[in-house]
């Protein structure tokens, strides 16, 4: 790392990463950009082998208490202690598709006027112990896309056009750290990154995706993980945009598509072609649980839906650690 004023921060929430950081950080430190970088890695209470592992790496630790830990917040202290002109937000499972991952983002901010940040993209790469209905499988090269609005036309938007177009993603973003001292993450349990969006758009700045700029990203899900993520992010996208699900009922034509999709695939043996036709139909039947029981609260008010989700999220729902 050089000594000098870096180029570029890459700010890193941790906890209880021992499983993911190596091949996090070896991602980052095999970037073409890693010599004009720091990482600062804030870490909230971990009680694994994580902060032993941190220790081998030229980065930055910030040690701070589980319960002070807030998607929005958290993430403006790395901004707080940074000092590179840009600044990279990801997460411990988060590993660089290639080498010029961060070159991919910085190059984004010649593409238009006025970008405050560029947006990359997760993928999940076909390894037998990753669902295999999430393998990316790309049926054209991503073409770089910037958007901007002034503040009467994206109030004008539908609430699923500005879903869309604030669909952010701080696994793989890249800031100018300018404007994110101008417009930090708002305190919030989840979707820090949409909010952020939705207020870069307000303030007049451009924002662009590159689909090109991957991270291999991938959560093993249980039915109470499941549950719970899908109600938040319903929960805060009707709150950010005012955006209702459409009702979804996992039938014969789901189940078909499902099967057609896993069996196919040669690189499965047929147990494991079943294994994931039934892990895929129980999650999607959850999924259409909690997109039911959201609708039923909002229809019941303000009030009930705030109650509901803060006695299912008041924290932040964690991906159940599944390794094989």
Not at 62 to 85: C, D, M, W, Y
Not at 167 to 176: Q, R
Not at 291 to 317: N, R, S, T, W, Y
């Amino acid at each position: 790392m050089s000594e000098q004023q870096p180029l570029i921060s890459i700010v890193i929430p941790v906890k209880n990463g021992e499983y993911w950081m190596d091949k996090c950080l070896g991602g980052i430190m095999s970037q073409t950009l890693f010599p004009q970088c720091e990482i600062i890695v804030i870490d909230s209470g971990s009680t694994d082998k994580t902060l032993d592992i941190l220790k081998s790496y030229p980065l930055k630790v910030i040690s701070i208490q589980p319960e002070t830990f807030n998607h929005g917040l958290t993430r403006n202290l790395g901004v707080a202690k940074s000092s590179g002109k840009y600044i990279v937000m990801t997460v411990q499972d988060a590993v660089a598709a290639d080498s010029l991952w961060l070159q991919k983002m910085l190059d984004g901010f010649s593409v238009a006027e006025n970008v405050a940040a560029v947006c990359g993209k997760q993928i999940v790469p076909h390894d037998k112990d990753k669902n295999p209905a999430e393998w990316y499988r790309p049926v054209a090269k991503g073409e770089i896309i910037a958007y901007s609005f002034s503040e009467e036309i994206f109030n004008n938007l539908s609430p699923s056009e500005k879903k869309s177009v604030c669909g952010w993603d701080d696994v793989t973003a890249m800031y100018l750290r300018d404007a994110l001292v101008e417009i930090p993450f708002r305190k919030t349990s989840f979707a820090e990154d949409a909010q952020w969006a939705k207020d870069a758009y307000l303030k007049g700045y451009t924002l662009v995706y590159n689909p090109e700029a991957t991270v291999s990203h991938y959560h093993y899900e249980n039915p109470d993980y499941t549950y719970k993520r899908t109600f938040t992010v319903l929960y805060h996208m009707y709150r950010f945009f005012n955006n209702l699900p459409n009702v979804y009922c996992p039938g014969l034509i789901d189940s078909l598509k499902l099967a057609k999709l896993l069996f196919k695939e040669a690189k499965l043996t047929l147990g494991e072609k079943i294994k994931w036709y039934r892990y895929n139909m129980a999650i999607r039947k959850v999924y259409a649980k909690a997109i039911q029981d959201f609708l039923q609260f909002v229809e019941l008010g303000d009030e009930a839906l705030d109650k509901q989700h803060e006695l299912l999220c008041g924290m932040p729902p964690i991906a159940p650690v599944k390794h094989s």
